[in-house]
């Protein structure tokens, strides 16, 4: 080992410009010709609404350490104020990509498969009257112009809701003079309207709210002359605030916190690219923001709402092809999942395998009258949530039901709330976890008496119970009767759901106790192995790694010889291929048709391999401020199934991967031209579906 400083700030990029280059990949999938047209379209506003939340949550937050004086740098060494500046940069130029990708690629290519927008200079006289029959019928009656004068100040604006300024000359009716007025577009307005195919070249030409309301706002102010009408957008700090510590029942206050989350200090002012520098100066005032705060977009001001033209043009040829997720050998047939369970463990990998038997193992239980009881944890489930339902039968049929929902789950929190409240009125046993520890540890087990005992029956997971995320995110799900987990996770759930001190688990690793430093000695153990000369390697995958002593560790491993090959979809930390600190370390990220979501970590261990799969992030949060599991994989052929489809296979992606160089830069990765192509996403679609 050399004598480098590995707590350096050299060695560590900052976690903001990485976010902001995960979203600035995003983007480059829309610029992919061998995507399918509308899906580009659709990668193009996921990476505005990710832009959106980066705003709200980082962004805010940031903001907030500057107002508070807080002085704290992270491992990189910046303060609040210089990731600031550079945020700055780098956002004002992703924003114009966006744009620029929307307006000379997107649309000339949707244009030429006959999908247009239809902009007002180019109506017809049969569309604008159409337009105009439009704006009387549905958007007169629910707009309430508010001109701005002493008896009118500024309206208070919705976080993230489409709004006008409008500039105006004249008197009204009660002789005032105002020169301007704001006209706020009710969320519940479609943003793009689908016009009659007899007045369009196609079925598939639309028009934008903004531009109906842009060709009529004049029917608003009667009497009075409309000079300027500037569409613009405000995001606001989005994070909730609750002192756990100080309330007494965490639902009633996060309930009472939620409405407050529209009207949050501002952090970005979006305006339209014409609007005149006095009234974008004048609302930047209005806001207490800085020029810097200032994005004028050429188009939309939000763009994540053209996500909708998606889901209205019925094209397959330019979606990407369905596909029906399959079921494991061992459960096609099986019409008892206890006794397949009780057989061998079940792995499911999805979306390519189906989410429905962990639907059946929770409907089965429902059902069962050996099924004693049923606990599960919830953090994201969907409103309409089929395992809710069957918990919701479960508790009704007497089954002991215990479910530990996260609350503050970001932007599910009303969702969860529901769903507490109609488990609770059917006598299901709630509880939120643990007071300053988000529950994201995904955890179901099912107790069953079966010839006079007991026996546990457990799902885990690296991903949430939500049957639509299980069709685009790629996760793990484990179903096992293995006693030693079933009592790990029984000794789990009484730590949520009661109080003590903490059980030792004999299998599973559990964040904030031992996951963290179990990982450190698994590194540890790799460095061992490769000092005494015997082969060390490490492979891992995850979302993002940022926590310091972790990204130490791997350089330690890297200085001793250890390979180390890391798949991490988001923000990484980490600067790979350091001369004499990480040249032994790869980073790739991996993007594609699905959400890249599973957390698998593998040490070779010399001659015997250890895999872990996790819901748990490399995170400061995912180790010391939450409830995580990692559990382990110890079937051979189950071992070889993780090994070989969630970490080998993306290895060898040359298709949709970004590899990190030293200087925090991705590279795509370029298919030599004798080499084959391997698309990791496509290569399991047609091995396990």
């Not at 210089?82 to 700055?88: A, T, V």
């Not at 008892?336 to 792995?347: A, P, Q, S």
Request: overall charge positive; charged content about 25%.
């Amino acid at each position: 080992m050399n004598d480098i400083d590995l707590a350096s700030p050299e060695l560590y990029i900052n976690r903001e410009t990485s976010l902001l280059a995960f979203n600035r990949r995003v983007l480059e999938l829309a610029k992919q010709e061998n995507i399918p047209l509308l899906e580009r379209l659709r990668y193009l506003c996921i990476s505005s609404t990710n832009l959106d939340e980066f705003f709200e949550v980082r962004v805010a937050g940031l903001k907030q350490q500057v107002v508070l004086g807080v002085n704290t740098p992270g491992p990189d060494g910046l303060s609040a104020q210089e990731q600031l500046k550079r945020i700055n940069e780098q956002a004002h130029d992703l924003v114009d990509d966006q744009y620029a990708t929307l307006n000379e690629i997107l649309i000339p290519a949707l244009a030429e498969q006959n999908i247009r927008f239809v902009r007002r200079t180019k109506w017809s006289q049969q569309q604008a009257e159409w337009v105009k029959e439009f704006f009387l019928k549905e958007l007169l009656p629910v707009l309430s112009p508010l001109g701005l004068d002493p008896a009118h100040p500024f309206p208070r604006i919705l976080n993230k809701s489409l709004n006008f300024i409008v500039t105006l000359e004249g008197k009204d009716a009660f002789g005032r003079d105002s020169r301007m007025a704001v006209v706020q577009a009710p969320r519940s307005l479609p943003r793009v309207a689908r016009l009659p195919a007899e007045i369009s070249q196609g079925e598939n030409d639309f028009v934008f709210l903004s531009s109906i309301l842009h060709a009529h706002v004049g029917e608003l102010f009667q009497g009075m002359k409309v000079s300027g009408c500037y569409q613009f957008r405000l995001t606001r700090n989005s994070d909730l605030f609750v002192h756990e510590e100080e309330i007494d029942d965490l639902l009633m206050a996060l309930e009472g916190e939620l409405p407050q989350r529209n009207y949050g200090q501002a952090v970005r002012l979006e305006v339209a690219d014409n609007c005149p520098g006095p009234v974008a100066d004048f609302l930047l005032r209005q806001f207490n923001l800085a020029r810097e705060d200032l994005y004028q977009v050429n188009g939309l001001v939000n763009l994540n709402r053209l996500m909708a033209v998606h889901e209205l043009v019925e094209r397959p040829d330019l979606k990407f092809c369905s596909f029906v997720p399959s079921l494991p050998p061992s459960l096609s047939s099986a019409a008892d999942i206890f006794h397949t369970v009780r057989r061998g463990d079940v792995l499911l990998h999805h979306p390519y395998q189906s989410f429905v038997p962990v639907i059946e193992l929770l409907r089965q239980a429902a059902r069962d009258p050996d099924v004693l009881a049923i606990k599960q944890t919830v953090y994201r489930t969907g409103v309409r949530s089929q395992l809710v339902d069957i918990l919701v039968e479960a508790a009704q049929a007497g089954k002991e039901v215990t479910v530990i929902i996260e609350l503050r789950a970001r932007f599910d929190e009303e969702a969860n709330i529901q769903l507490a409240n109609r488990l609770q009125d059917a006598g299901a046993h709630v509880t939120y976890g643990v007071v300053g520890y988000k529950t994201h540890a995904k955890l179901l087990m099912v107790v069953r008496r079966e010839k006079g005992k007991i026996r546990r029956y457990v799902h885990l997971g690296t991903g949430n119970y939500h049957a639509g995320t299980a069709r685009a995110y790629t996760d793990l799900g484990f179903m096992t009767a293995d006693q030693v987990i079933g009592e790990d996770v029984h000794k789990i759930f009484q730590q949520l759901t009661g109080l003590g001190k903490v059980s030792k688990l004999k299998k599973l690793l559990q964040a904030p106790f031992t996951l963290h430093a179990s990982m450190l000695d698994y590194i540890d153990r790799e460095i061992e192995h490769a000092q005494a000369g015997r082969p060390a390697k490490i492979m891992a995958r995850m979302n993002s790694l940022i926590e310091p002593k972790l990204i130490q560790a791997l350089y330690r491993a890297s200085q001793a010889g250890v390979r180390v090959q890391l798949i991490v979809r988001g923000i990484c930390c980490l600067r790979p291929g350091i001369p004499g600190v990480s040249d032994n370390i790869q980073v790739r990220s991996v993007m594609g048709r699905f959400l890249e979501h599973s957390r698998v970590f593998y040490f070779q261990n010399g001659k015997e391999p250890q895999v872990f799969c996790s819901s748990a992030d490399w995170m400061p949060r995912n180790f010391f401020r939450r409830v995580e599991v990692a559990f382990p994989v110890e079937k051979p052929a189950l071992r070889k199934r993780v090994i070989d489809e969630s970490l080998r296979a993306y290895l060898k992606d040359n298709m949709q991967t970004w590899v990190l160089d030293a200087n925090g830069h991705y590279r795509r990765v370029r298919r030599r031209s004798r080499a084959l192509a391997h698309n990791a996403q496509q290569a399991l679609l047609e091995h396990l579906t």
